[in-house]
């Protein structure tokens, strides 16, 4: 499936990702303006978004929270989109960037081959590499983390997607795609300035809904979700990939 440019010839490069991202530290795409970016939704996604049905839970949570499941894995990545997966390695986080998990190396079950191996995810690994290059067209090579998300929301218990609160993940660049939402009300993004002001607020709601952030430039957090229905499973898919430059 080939990519729309991020800076595409047909739209007005002031509205253009790139620009928006270079001007703000942040973008918010809903669903209709990433699929022109994606040139489309891609042919396995129902099948891609069936991997989040097989995540382990996180067994790192400081707060004892048993609301998240996940899985990790690391990639490089060229200039060109040659993507290559790298041996399973732990993730982690400093106190600073993290103060509710970070300071420790933390081991998550690995994404699956399934999963890796998807035109969902190489079309959505594709795209945070051309776009993030295109903004900082010094790096030639990027250090990318997947990690696959699941928080779930009970009645009483509600599930955070952001348990550390408004923070910063310690790279470069992240990437945020909206899986699935079932039964969930909230888990809006918000985006903070480096003295924590509201710079903007959005809400993940449609499948491939994207955010799009400069990690050097914007703090971000996501509200609680709590199930509309309390008796019904209730839960939030993300894919979030992080970039930074590769050493």
Excluded: C
Excluded at 59 to 75: Q, S
Excluded at 148 to 174: L, S
Aim: proline share 6%.
């Amino acid at each position: 499936m080939a990519l729309t440019s991020p800076h595409s010839p047909n739209e007005p490069a002031e509205s253009s990702p790139v620009a928006r991202l270079r001007a703000s530290g942040f973008v918010f795409l809903p669903r209709a303006a990433a699929l022109r970016q994606l040139g489309g939704e891609p042919k396995d996604w129902e099948a891609f978004a069936g991997t989040w049905n097989d995540l382990s839970m996180d067994e790192h949570m400081a707060d004892r929270g048993r609301y998240r499941r996940r899985r990790h894995g690391v990639f490089t990545m060229n200039r060109e989109g040659a993507m290559e997966r790298l041996p399973d390695a732990p993730h982690y986080q400093g106190l600073e960037h993290n103060r509710l998990n970070g300071g420790v190396d933390r081991s998550f079950a690995t994404i699956t081959d399934e999963m890796a191996e998807s035109v969902s995810f190489g079309v959505l690994a594709s795209y945070a590499q051309s776009l993030f290059s295109e903004v900082a067209p010094d790096v030639s090579r990027w250090f990318v983390e997947a990690h696959q998300f699941r928080i779930e929301a009970r009645t009483g218990e509600p599930g955070q997607p952001t348990p550390e609160g408004v923070h910063r993940d310690g790279v470069d660049y992240v990437l945020v795609a909206l899986i699935n939402r079932q039964n969930i009300e909230s888990g809006t993004t918000t985006i903070h300035d480096e003295g924590k002001a509201r710079l903007g607020a959005f809400t993940l709601t449609d499948p491939l809904d994207l955010a799009l952030l400069d990690d050097h430039r914007v703090w971000h957090g996501v509200t609680a979700v709590e199930p509309k229905d309390p008796e019904s499973s209730a839960w939030r898919d993300v894919l979030v990939l992080t970039l930074r430059a590769a050493r």
